[in-house]
C-alpha cells in the first residue's frame, strides 16, 4: 500500500523498474493530479504483472483528457476493482461517457462482452460530495453492480451485460446516445436460425411488450435485413412455441406454489 494523500504534489514521474511487487492499493487523493499524472499512472495498470486492485485520485485536477487516458489504460486490465474519482471538476459527461463506454461499450454485442468486467465500485460525483448521480453516472453505476455481482466470472457479467442492456431496446437507444455512437441494429448480428431463443429470453427478461418494440423499432428485427417470408414464418412459429413453453412452465411453478 502507498498512501501520499494530501502530499501537494503537482507531478509524479513512476519508473515501472521500481514498482514495488505485489502493490494492491495506491491513494493518492488531495494532491494537484493532471492529466501528465494519469499518464504516469496509467503505467501501474497495464501489463500481465500489474496487481493494483484500489486506485484513490479524488480531490485533485483531473479532467476529462486525463479520464481518457485512464480509460484507455483500463481496457485489458484485469486487476483494479476500485478507482476513486470523486471531486475532480474538470471531468465533465465526456469524461463519464468514457467511463461508461469502458465498463459497457453497448456498439456491438463483442462490444459489450468485451467490456471491462473487472472494476466494481467508483467514485464517480464530478461536481461535488452532494450532487446527485446523473444518468449517465446511474448507468456507470449498474454496470459496475453486474461486475461486482459476477465478480468472479467475467463471462458471465458479459452476458448480464448483454441481456440487462442490449436485449432491450429503448435502454440500447439510450447508451448509445449517451456513448455518441450510432444505434447499432442488434438484430443484425445474431443469426436468424437463433432469433427465437433470443425473443424469448428478451420476454422472460424485459415483458412481451418489448418484444413489439423490437420488432416495430427502426433498429429492429427486420431493419438492414429482409429474410425470406418462410425464413420469418419459421422465426415466430419457433417463438410462439417457446412463449408456449415458457408459459407452462410458469404454470407448472404456479400450481407447486399452490400446492405447497
Request: with cysteine.
Amino acid at each position: 500500500m502507498w498512501l501520499c494523500g494530501g502530499c501537494g504534489l503537482d507531478s509524479i514521474d513512476i519508473d515501472v523498474n521500481s514498482i514495488p511487487p505485489n502493490l494492491s492499493v495506491l491513494s493518492m487523493c488531495h494532491n494537484n493530479i493532471n492529466a501528465d499524472g494519469c499518464r504516469e499512472l496509467a503505467k501501474l495498470l497495464q501489463g500481465e504483472t500489474v496487481t493494483l486492485r484500489e486506485l484513490y485520485l479524488d480531490e485533485n485536477k483531473i479532467d476529462d483528457e486525463g479520464v481518457g487516458i485512464l480509460v484507455d489504460a483500463l481496457q485489458n486490465n484485469t486487476s483494479l476493482e476500485y478507482l476513486n474519482l470523486e471531486n475532480n471538476g474538470g471531468i465533465t459527461n465526456n469524461g463519464l461517457k468514457l467511463l461508461l463506454k469502458l465498463v459497457n461499450d453497448v456498439s456491438s454485442i463483442n462490444s459489450t462482452l468485451q467490456s471491462n468486467h473487472t472494476l466494481q465500485t467508483s467514485g464517480l460525483s464530478a461536481l461535488n460530495k452532494d450532487s446527485a448521480p446523473n444518468e449517465i453516472e446511474k448507468q456507470i453505476r449498474h454496470a459496475l453492480a453486474i461486475n461486482q455481482e459476477n465478480a468472479d466470472d467475467s463471462a458471465a457479467a458479459g452476458r448480464e451485460k448483454v441481456i440487462s442492456t442490449q436485449l432491450n431496446s429503448l435502454t440500447r437507444k439510450e447508451l448509445c446516445c449517451q456513448q455518441g455512437i450510432d444505434e447499432c441494429n442488434f438484430y443484425s448480428q445474431i443469426n436468424d436460425l437463433h432469433l427465437p431463443e433470443v425473443l424469448s429470453l428478451v420476454a422472460r427478461t424485459h415483458g412481451v411488450s418489448a418484444i413489439s418494440n423490437n420488432v416495430t423499432s427502426e433498429k429492429g428485427i427486420w431493419s438492414n435485413k429482409l429474410p425470406s417470408t418462410q425464413m420469418k414464418l419459421f422465426i415466430m412459429q419457433q417463438f410462439q412455441l417457446s412463449m408456449q413453453q415458457l408459459l407452462l412452465s410458469m404454470q407448472t411453478e404456479l400450481r407447486e406454489c399452490e400446492q405447497s
